[in-house]
């Protein structure tokens, strides 16, 4: 079965500071998603990435898939307090048949 | 438009006894999702809809676990009896399209899942 490992498991950054999320897939990715969700909620889709080399914007958060297409990169720029969550990625397996979520990286924005 | 509702959003109940989540998706949306997440963990997807049709329950704990989607819209998830071991956020999502086909009609959208704490 397909594996998503997210790294890191935590981040806790400074408001303002820069920071990136990793997503490794143990097999090819067809497709990429990136949520977010805040305690007690459910998920935000925010991108999704389907071509390797893909890169996407939205506001100050970018994601990237790399060529390979087995690992993608959530980058958020000048951190705000709204950014705190939990940030996962999904995808699809080869087949289509079924979705995978990534272990999830918890974010905390310190004002 | 509305977006992908759940009911209830919290429930308690003592283990043993049953329980039932219902789901109501996207209108037009053909795939339904069932997913469960404990606590610092990402979502397990349960089960897949094809309108009225479950595609994939492999991961549905059949001897407690059924679900069923009447009429291709709204769902249930229901545990008979109900473990320790199943509290959790029992989410539900929608999409367009199943997953893995090219464009975007296979995006998720959630619902704001449904809190199940088991004495």
């Known amino acids: 079965s397909q594996e998503l490992e997210q790294s890191p498991q935590s981040l806790i950054v400074q408001e303002g500071k820069n920071l990136t999320i990793n997503c490794t897939s143990s097999?090819?990715?067809?497709?990429l998603y990136w949520y977010k969700q805040k305690y007690g909620e459910g998920l935000i889709f925010l991108m999704m990435?389907?071509?390797?080399?893909e890169e996407k914007s939205h506001e100050k958060i970018t994601a990237k898939l790399d060529e390979k297409k087995q690992q993608s990169s959530l980058h958020i720029t000048a951190s705000q307090p709204s950014h705190a969550g939990i940030y996962l990625c999904?995808?699809?397996?080869?087949?289509?048949?079924?979705?995978?979520f990534g272990t999830g990286t918890s974010l905390t924005v310190i004002p | 438009e509305a977006g992908v509702v759940q009911s209830p959003r919290y429930k308690i109940i003592e283990k043993k006894q049953p329980v039932a989540f219902w789901c109501n998706p996207i209108s037009g949306h053909n795939t339904l999702y069932w997913y469960r997440q404990n606590l610092g963990q990402g979502p397990e997807l349960l089960i897949r809809y094809e309108n009225e049709e479950a595609v994939d329950d492999s991961q549905l704990p059949k001897d407690r676990f059924s679900a069923e989607r009447l009429k291709g819209v709204d769902s249930t998830l229901k545990i008979q009896p109900a473990e320790l071991g199943d509290s959790a956020v029992y989410l539900c999502?929608?999409?367009?399209?199943?997953?893995?086909?090219?464009?975007?009609?296979?995006?998720?959208?959630f619902g704001p899942g449904t809190r199940l704490t088991v004495l």
């Open positions: 999502a929608s999409s367009l399209d199943p997953p893995g086909l090219a464009g975007s009609g296979d995006t998720q959208y």
């Open positions: 999904g995808a699809a397996s080869n087949t289509g048949n079924q979705f995978y």
């Open positions: 097999k090819t990715l067809y497709g």
């Open positions: 990435l389907q071509k390797g080399g």
